[in-house]
């Protein structure tokens, strides 16, 4: 999935079972947003993985 590859770069690390949990909260928001690109990245840099990274 397009939202998994982009928080491994974003993290620079794999994905663990712990980030479940934030990838769901970014795919289950994305229909509203239309699937856009820029609302993706903005979820993912909003996430908590990637401030305690």
Known sequence: CLTEKLLIYALGRRLSFTDRDD????VAAMPKHRY????L???IVASEPFHSK
Do not use: A, M
């Open 23 to 26: 990838i769901d909260r970014i």
């Open 36 to 39: 856009g690109l820029r609302e």
């Open 41 to 43: 990245i903005q979820y």
